[in-house]
């Protein structure tokens, strides 16, 4: 029996060959009584499938016209076994991933069918353009739609891409850090108190006492620099009993956070997060940016301009911020936080100015930071660590948001020995 080949690794080598295969029969369309086109998908990546009748050839693989009944009556989404001949094509197939090549079906099993599925895929991986508007437009999947049937809808090459770009960020996160001498940690999320304050809690029962689930490792994260770990991370969930629809807040997430011993100034943290931005977004585009890649199939679903970023950040004082919202006809208090509007104006500004959807705001004055936030020794308006890490107003999914807020906060250790800076993104 043949090995099982991935469809991504088909390439020119393959030509002539014949090949096995298990995927999903994404679709079929008969043309006449004699050849059947189909299209099989391995997560993201597809080709198509060429069944011709022949019962009479012996240069052709023998297909009888109970095969081609029997084929062309197959449910698609069933998952299938292929064996055939892979071909070049004379032009580009534009329905699969796979351009230049197909295979020639000799052997086709359903090896799991299925019944006709509650959503269809098409109208789960259709834009909002695409679907049109008035008595044409086409059907669309709602998100409680989306979530009752979360299993089929996790075939989509948009989530397929999704949770792939989502893998790649941890990645790329872990490998800047381990490569800047940081040790990963796994900090507790069962807590038998709340460890900060101004956040809600999930309150939980273990065994016969109260204990909640972790708002943050902030306090472990502490522990963990002050016993001589000086650069840490961890990844790991966060829980916050936070009763919201707003899209900013979510009563579980992801969080990205560090944890370093700073040596002479706050701005070797500022710049070691201006670099790890920057390393994972190059790092995203260099992943899953090519042609076909991941980043095109979430555009084509939810569309957007590409992601500017900068070979070097771009660092501003908050008081330049300031002046750019106020040139631009904004009202704005020269001591005033900033509104979700002026941050999105700030970021349009930015990007004309700048050419860059990443930038930092750093000097925010001490009136609008937190009481623990040290003042600038240089400037008795400004802390000294609070600079705030912005991207411009682009539109994202809520399925592909990876929120990156950094809040820093500097104390002293224990020891006194070194002065460190608390990082959650």
């Known amino acids: 029996m043949l090995p099982l080949k991935r469809l991504a690794t088909v390439g020119s080598g393959d030509v002539g060959k014949t090949v096995s295969f298990r995927a999903r029969l994404a679709s079929l369309r008969q043309q006449g009584s004699k050849l059947l086109f189909c299209e099989f998908r391995q997560s993201i990546v597809s080709i198509q499938g060429l069944l011709e009748l022949n019962e009479n050839d012996s240069g052709k693989p023998l297909v009888s016209k109970q095969m081609m009944r029997f084929c062309s009556s197959s449910i698609p989404e069933s998952l299938v076994l292929i064996e055939g001949v892979i071909q070049a094509v004379d032009r580009p197939i534009q329905a699969t991933t796979i351009k230049n090549f197909e295979v020639h079906i000799s052997k086709f099993w359903v090896s799991t069918p299925v019944a006709p599925l509650p959503i269809q895929m098409d109208a789960a991986s259709r834009s909002e ?184 950040a771009v660092r501003l004082r908050f008081s330049e911020g300031i002046q750019m919202l106020r040139e631009a006809g904004r009202e704005i208090e020269e001591l005033e936080d900033l509104s979700t509007e002026d941050e999105k104006m700030l970021g349009r500004l930015v990007k004309e100015r700048y050419n860059t959807d990443f930038f930092v705001l750093d000097k925010f004055p001490l009136k609008i930071r937190p009481f623990y936030t040290m ?21 994202i999914h809520r399925d592909t948001l990876i929120a990156m807020t950094f809040s820093c906060v500097a104390r002293k250790s224990c020891q006194g020995r070194n002065v460190f800076m608390t990082l959650s993104c």
């Not at 020794?377 to 912005?390: A, N």
């Open 375 to 395: 003042p600038d020794p240089h400037d008795e308006v400004c802390g000294s660590l609070s600079p705030e890490y912005m991207l411009t107003e682009m539109p």
């Open 129 to 312: 353009e695409d679907a049109g508007e008035g008595a044409r437009k086409l059907v669309t999947i709602g998100l409680d739609t989306r979530l009752n049937h979360r299993v089929i809808d996790l075939r989509t090459p948009t989530n397929q891409a999704i949770f792939r770009i989502r893998s790649g960020v941890k990645h790329l996160f872990r490998d800047f850090l381990d490569a800047k001498g940081f040790v990963e940690f796994e900090t507790p999320k069962l807590q038998g108190a709340m460890t900060e304050s101004g956040a809600s809690v999930f309150k939980v029962t273990y065994f016969d006492r109260p204990a909640f689930l972790a708002q943050s490792p902030q306090l472990a994260k502490q522990m963990i620099v002050s016993g001589d770990f000086d650069r840490m991370y961890e990844i790991g969930p966060v829980f916050r009993a936070e009763n919201s629809w707003g899209p900013r807040h979510m009563t579980e997430f992801t969080g990205m956070d560090i944890e370093m011993a700073i040596d002479h100034h706050y701005h070797e943290v500022v710049t070691l997060l201006e670099d790890l931005l920057l390393f994972i977004f190059h790092g995203l585009n260099e992943r899953f940016g090519g042609p076909g890649g991941e980043i095109e199939w979430v555009r084509k679903q939810w569309p957007s301009e590409p992601f500017v970023v900068p070979e070097k």
